[in-house]
């Protein structure tokens, strides 16, 4: 299995306050991913990484900034959570010249 | 933009053999991609196609044509251990960093 780990694994929290999710990765890849699931609508794509510090906005960014200081950490930050964003996270990792991503455990985020 | 149709689910018996098809509506076109899933895991990939034809591994295959914009994952002598949902998903050409679009996914239920 991909080296990727996600913390925390399970997170409640309450409207409003923010909330950060970490991404770590031990394999050296250069692209990274945040996505959210939720019933009904498969996976979908908040932020992506291409390179240290070089990020851009997928479908579902609004609510969701993200950081990429070095290759092995990719964070994703909720300025003020709402029960909206109340999902599974699932970070993802892939390399120029793959064809596939490696997706971590992913971390259930709860918003009362 | 990139939009995917899939089935929501399919039941079917051990042994039996099941097709999950896939099309898709894109502005360019890298190749189909197949991930599984199980209830509470992580998404992990099944398969890559971007060539017109048959990939085949084991007993999943995976199948594309780019004329017709659509493709299907055939699993074959289910086992219980298939039951799991199943996303295609394509890649943005015009897109940094290996960027996918899933489906919302099919959810397959294997019955004794």
């Known amino acids: 299995d991909a080296g990727i780990t996600q913390s925390p694994r399970h997170k409640v929290t309450e409207t409003g306050t923010p909330v950060t999710l970490r991404c770590h990765q031990t394999?050296?890849?250069?692209?990274m991913y945040w996505y959210r699931q939720d019933p009904g609508h498969g996976l979908r794509l908040i932020h992506y990484s291409y390179g240290v510090k070089d990020t851009d906005k997928g479908e579902v960014s609004d609510g969701y900034s993200v950081s990429r200081s070095k290759t092995e950490d990719f964070l994703l930050t909720l300025e003020s959570a709402t029960s909206s964003q109340t999902s599974v996270y699932f970070c993802a990792i892939s390399d120029p010249g793959l064809s596939e991503q490696f997706f971590g455990p992913g971390t259930r985020l709860t918003v009362l | 933009g990139q939009s995917l149709e899939q089935p929501s689910e399919v039941t079917a018996v051990e042994g039996a053999i099941v097709q999950i098809n896939c099309t898709y509506q894109?502005?360019?076109?890298?190749?189909l991609s197949w991930y599984q899933q199980h209830d509470g895991g992580a998404p992990t990939f099944l398969s890559y196609n971007a060539l017109d034809g048959l990939e085949e591994t084991g007993r999943f295959s995976s199948f594309l044509s780019r004329s017709d914009s659509y493709g299907y994952l055939l699993l074959q002598e289910l086992q219980m251990k298939d039951s799991a949902s199943y996303f295609c998903a394509v890649r943005d050409p015009q897109a940094a960093g290996n960027k996918l679009t899933f489906g919302g996914g099919t959810r397959v239920l294997v019955k004794p």
């Open positions: 394999e050296n890849h250069r692209y």
């Open positions: 894109t502005s360019g076109f890298y190749g």
